[in-house]
């Protein structure tokens, strides 16, 4: 794929897959709608105050449907928006084109390389020669990363000159980022000092994104503020629990076919992410097998009637393994090289070095053979029995699926919609300095109500009195900051 | 797509959408192989004995990658093989091409129209001029019934010279049927009763074929020996429960990547389909309400915590409809019209017309809007809300997904294997006359076992004091035939 | 307890523990007839009409406050009723005095010595010098056996004059069953043979006495007829399963507090008892590990998460042991000697012989300490470790918690109402012969359709045309006999 | 009952039920022990260095067999203790006899009047002449409370020469603490303050004593330190939840032997415990509808399938309901009247006011009808329908069954332990201010790892790697402080 921007008769930037695809992706995005009210009370609420108005916003988040409903709901609040996806295979092709053709400025495609990967997050952020966003809403912390690393090599060559050198790092993903930023600072030296001296703050939608912005706090590096919207119990207890339950079965069928009902399913890591995957695997008739570094987390699986073992205890009776910990090195080449003949190996926990991608493509005289995108067989050279791998290692909801379905990204998204909204609102009032910030408790909740109706729901309301007794106000918060749920 | 048959270069006849998708269909037949025990067993005990040796078997049963094992074991123990699709929209095209280059006569594709559908079954029972197959394997009756209803046209045509008036009848399909009988009586007036003459029997892989099969029986017009695969206990308790389990939460989300959690969803019926549906949307998170017309299966949901209501109860406040009666006018176009927007009505019971279809396309002012191939929206006029038809009211999960996976369809078809090894070693014996059997216990049980290896399990053995004690033979079969499971 | 029969005011007899109890009884089964809304429908039905006008019961099953509730059924329709318990453990005493002083002659208390059990079982078929009863409700068979064994001693002491010999057997309870029989032969040789005579018939209530009946049946030497009530679907798909499902949690927490959660329990047999059995256990949060020798009930228990293995596998990690399979030798002293400390081991099957309690009483220098009654720790003397017996191995959930709740029963027991009706309607006619037969299937989905509205359940109506093309009565039944629910 | 202190041969006082049932206690806490690893642990690991040599320790909190596993953990660690219960129906006689006899001064017996609530309260603080307890295991607070009334009332007295009057209060319960107040500053006006002097802090059990510690440090009132152990991770989301899904099922069979299975049930709150509760009835077969305030929570119902009404649409067809929320007035008179004839209205959220017993009792001619203790059915007189009051209103867990099983108590009991430790470790230190505490997270894991081995489960190592790669040390805590598993 050439990697040239596009632009649309209406002159917007753009890069997809197929632009004829756009009529089957705005049917959908249509559909989405229905089922994200969160996103569409707030384009009630806020539309026609336009808060936006005048903000640049770069997205770099999968660019799926339900994002497209996200994309329009900040374009609707007058944003002008660049986005791009934060996984090489989790664009759906539909979605993008609907966008790019009605909405925003879009360069995404499903089945990126790591190179074309970049390319897209560096279009989306660069808004001409003004500078960069306003705002950035971030998956991963891509976007953010991006900046950091640009404003340390400008310092770095304005200090002594030298220009930042991809050989410098064995990490393939990492020198091209360099690369990035080294063809950058020869075009135009202040560019990412540039964009960090526009950006009013960043919004960052998972557990991976928010341990990187919180060690750059810890760190003193943190650049401009930013808002956790993972730590949102509308958004860690739903998307990641709810999401997951729903979207790993629906990867696994859809990759494998394989009947779930019989198997011994093997999950590690027993977070929110794996909680849901465990008991979707469960409830499908698996006899599930958790492994857990965390004590409490391992008791809890133990409640649920799910044993907690090691990996390699349950390598020879398991047919299918799911990495959920957040963590590397979690399945590596030596115990695929022990499972059953065609064990399912896939990961929906975060990058894909949970999976030990790069032992197991460079084990000598293993055989890849592609059944259909996405899902590959890797037959051993001694034992000539195969493993199936999906999406690569990447995460197999995005690759295999569709991810995570609109009712729960719905939760998701108008988080951060508030959270964008709250940091463009405070952007000169010096409320949130260069550090991270979550959602306070009132919002959490009105996101949570503002999902209730669509599901025939009736709150109950407190007498005065009753919110008395247990000191709370009648209209919420109702639960003190450390309330688990 | 022009009905004209092609050929392999081996002289094999076959008409499927793309040969080029041979080789996919051949990796997932791998796959598949794997998880087919049952099926796999069959090779291994009967392969060497060649028993289909001679043997010509016409299938009529959905042409997908489980089948495509099927079909290679019966070849594989000497059969030969020609096959049709039961259903327009459930055939896998990579599984068909994959079989017709490598193994029997297909004549089946995904979307077939009414016209096709027939064309396609004819091909499969015409083995030239020898007369028809010695052996049927059956899915839905519809092979069966093209020769009762031949026959009987070429009777009553020796007897009147009347032939057969496609005029004569309102129901589209049968006319189709009528049409194709009167062409093959002008080129050959005993065609259907030499197909009689020389054919053993058949095996009828569902409840609704094994219905019309008793129905005959009882009124005395059977043609020749069925045996009812549907009742194994293997088959039913399994396919039918366990299968739909599987297949509807995923033909639900392929089609609609609707979040399932929190939803309000119908299940109309509560026999082994419905028990099955019933508890996959129960697990995945939905609210369950399920209709009902027999006071037990009634008392059953309400034990597992469903309650049962009337469609009409349920019709403001439910998302999902699922129909898996058996029965026809379950959910009417007035029903359709009352029901929330984008309520999804879907079927994974039986023919179309458990869904009011052809009050949907009739109904005044009524707007079809294909979101994608399957999965259609339709607007009311007045209201301007729609309604998200699934398959077009056919089987759901043959229309958007891929059918039960392969574990469930290996209990299926090794009791279809059983039932035509059975047929064809007693073709001579007068064991069965034309009346309809179930396979003995014996061999359901083995079914089983055949099936539980691959699962880890281990059996108990009884001993002989315990297998006196209890009255039963050591080596089973262990349950009287009224025993429910 | 010395044998003796008090009479009430009235003159009824009885033998029950505390009459003081009545009024607690009696509160209770005022409870209970709110929760079996078959019965109460029966006594307004058939009550005006006295149907049992003139007719004796005779009833052997456990004297719970639910069978209370079936004797004052019978007593309402007009019946008189005599009545012992089935099981040494199961009377509950209040209920036993609250019928022996409003209703009805009863001859039962919890912990009866098997000497006294077997008095009570004669003392309810002794109904004078007119004979015995007219109708026996059975459950286990114990009064059948009684009748059939006392009539073959009186034609052996006809023929030959010998009379029965306790010494003849092993078996310690059949001894005393040969003393009754011995002692009867003296004071009426013509005792058993004129009960005989009278009886119109038994209907039988569980799979053990119904498999002793169909072994008489086929051996010819059943004496009368006898519907058998357990394989009415609204019994055994009801009772046996969700019946079990909540009273064996019952009773396991009522004899040991035990937390169920992250325990290990291995559930013996997966019929419809021990699908209840594991179904509550896995609900509970335990790791449920199925035995069996059936290969069908083995894939269900796989399908459904649940591991198949041998007992001896399980030993090592199991904390819970629970028999369910109606065999006997189940869990023998050696398995237990290789258990857990503390394991709990129970029975929730049939007799106490599943579990080898002959075994464990007589292993060298075993220790009994009784917790309290029925909750045994049994330490062996080598390992100093011990397990835990429920109810002296037999019906655990009768000896430690209630039995199966009152809802439950009312199908049951109404099945038990209607075939007594059956059964004394049709005394002349010839109807049923010495054969065992079942309930026809329109009175078991009364029986359903009688539970319904007390669960709020609204069943659909079939209209003629849907009824005709499945082809069943638009009144039903709905289901061939075969169907299996 | 005559409140009479009384001694054991070797002087330590008690006031129990009954002495005689001390053997069957001891034999259940012998078995309590083999399920709760946790305190095992703390003997094993600590018990040689008797940590709590000197010690005085006053607990207030349900006098269970668990309990009296907790007190012998901290008499083997060198203390000494004096113990009631914290509920007038928790106590288990037999525990606390076995304790009063082998072990500590106890003052409990199930069924106290109010007025012996807190006779045994003021018994468990008096330590003699020279002041109370150095430490209080606190549940619900009453302990707590007592002092610090107490300590006020002197300091009044002190100041201005006036008593407390119980006169001044409307509130029953409350006159009885003024009283005790009262009575005691004549005897000695320096007892409360005494006791403060010597306090060196206590450790809360639950949410609601917990929330009143807050209140007290928030306005600045409270007198000594306080460890929070409710807010362990392994005590909130493990006896709350799993605790109460294990035994609100238990009290309702207990108390009433009803089917779960087919009936509605209502629990209002859907907190850690309305979770519990919620997911017990559903899993026994119930429809279950919740109530909430919190749309968080009411989200998290609706995603496990559970419809969030109010209490007023759900009365008409409710059969049980079930109050968890730690408020009051939840379920009131009006609501009881309109309920169906024989619902179940009961408690184990807090206290009794979250059912309204005063309006019930007071109701014009209303009639209670005692079934047996702990389960009344209160008639209307308007309707003659009646429903069924569990424990009057109170914890129906610990009134009508044994409470919490063992081995999650042992999770929250460890927790006591250790923060009794702590507290007494640092009792020089001024680490601990007159401030609420919770355990650091690393003490909360340990709890966790000393339940494990038990269940057999093995946890998975972080490699140095890995745990750098996720920023956490190697031997953990393994989460952030706001994590909510």
Not at 257 to 273: E, F, N, P, Q, T
Not at 318 to 326: E, L, M
Request: aromatic share 8%.
């Amino acid at each position: 794929m050439a990697l040239l921007v596009e632009k649309t008769s209406s002159g917007r930037e753009y890069k997809v897959k197929d632009m004829s695809q756009a009529d089957f992706g705005r049917l959908e995005i249509e559909l989405a709608e229905v089922e994200m009210p969160g996103l569409m009370s707030c384009r009630t609420e806020f539309g026609p105050s336009q808060p936006f108005k005048g903000a640049r916003i770069t997205g770099s988040l999968h660019m799926t449907i339900q994002t497209a409903v996200l994309i329009e709901t900040l374009t609707a609040l007058g944003a002008e928006v660049r986005w791009c996806s934060c996984n090489i295979f989790s664009t759906q092709d539909h979605a993008a084109s609907a966008i790019a053709r009605d909405s925003a400025a879009v360069f995404a495609w499903k089945g990126e390389t790591l190179q074309e990967y970049w390319w897209c997050t560096e279009r989306a952020l660069d808004w001409g020669p003004g500078g960069g966003p306003d705002l950035i809403v971030d998956d991963g912390g891509d976007a953010t990363l991006l900046i950091h690393e640009g404003v340390k090599a400008e310092e770095e060559f304005e200090k002594s000159g030298k220009i930042p050198d991809p050989a410098s790092t064995d990490n393939a993903e990492f020198q091209i980022v360099l690369t990035i930023i080294r063809d950058g600072l020869k075009t135009d030296p202040k560019r990412y000092q540039k964009m960090k001296a526009r950006l009013v703050g960043v919004s960052e939608e998972t557990t991976t994104g928010v341990k990187r912005l919180y060690q750059m706090q810890e760190s003193g590096t943190l650049l401009f503020p930013a808002i956790n919207v993972n730590d949102s119990v509308t958004k860690s207890k739903f998307d990641n629990l709810y999401g997951c339950r729903h979207s790993l079965p629906d990867g696994l069928m859809r990759a494998t076919d394989i009947m779930i009902a019989g198997k011994v399913a093997v999950v590690c890591g027993y977070g929110d992410v794996g909680k849901g995957c465990a008991a979707a695997l469960k409830q499908a008739g698996a006899r599930v097998i958790v492994t857990e570094i965390d004590p409490i987390c391992a008791l809890q699986a133990l409640m649920e009637g799910i044993p907690v073992l090691t990996l390699e205890d349950a390598l020879p009776e398991a047919d299918i393994f799911v990495t959920t910990t957040g963590n590397k090195d979690i399945v590596m080449v030596d115990h695929m090289r022990k499972m059953k003949n065609n064990a399912i190996v896939c990961n929906i926990g975060h990058f894909d070095n949970e999976i030990d991608m790069h032992g197991l493509e460079t084990f000598p005289g293993v055989k890849r053979i592609t059944i259909k995108p996405q899902t590959d067989r890797w037959v051993f050279p001694d034992t000539k029995t195969g493993i199936i791998i999906l999406a690569e290692g990447r995460l197999m909801n995005l690759g295999c699926a569709t991810g995570h379905p609109s009712f729960v990204m719905s939760c998701s998204f108008t988080n951060q919609v508030i959270a964008q909204l709250e940091l463009w609102k405070e952007k000169g009032s010096g409320k949130y300095e260069k550090k991270v910030y979550v959602l306070p408790k009132h919002l959490d909740e009105k996101v949570a109500s503002l999902h209730l109706e669509k599901l025939g729901a009736k709150l109950t309301k407190l007498t005065p009195d009753q919110a008395d007794y247990i000191s709370v106000p009648v209209e919420g918060p109702y639960k003190p900051f450390h309330y688990r749920y």
